[in-house]
């Protein structure tokens, strides 16, 4: 059961994680919404399509742009469509 853990809180748990490049992609139902805000962020991948950014906001701090997910990732990625990774400090632990 991979766990995503940022600033001694458990954000993100699931035994259903997809693995690209490194990166554990959770389903979105293992995710604690209360601790994630929208951010205007955006990147994109040659491959997976355009990614977006959540804050992860733990007991009054924020850890910007620290999630990441492609809500209509290119058909290479189809498997994480709206599945979300974490970086920036948030350890995970497999």
């Not at 040659?46 to 999630?67: F, H, L, P």
Request: with cysteine; aromatic share 12%.
């Amino acid at each position: 059961m991979a766990k995503a853990i940022w600033n001694g809180r458990v954000i993100a748990e699931s035994a259903s994680c997809e693995m690209v490049e490194g990166n554990h992609y959770f389903p979105p139902e293992a995710v604690k919404r209360d601790l994630l805000k929208d951010s205007a962020t955006h990147t994109t991948c040659g491959w997976k399509g355009i990614a977006s950014y959540y804050d992860v906001v733990v007991d009054g701090q924020t850890n910007k742009d620290a999630a990441w997910y492609y809500p209509d990732p290119k058909p290479a990625a189809a498997n994480i469509a709206g599945y979300i990774a974490f970086w920036k400090g948030v350890k995970v632990q497999p």
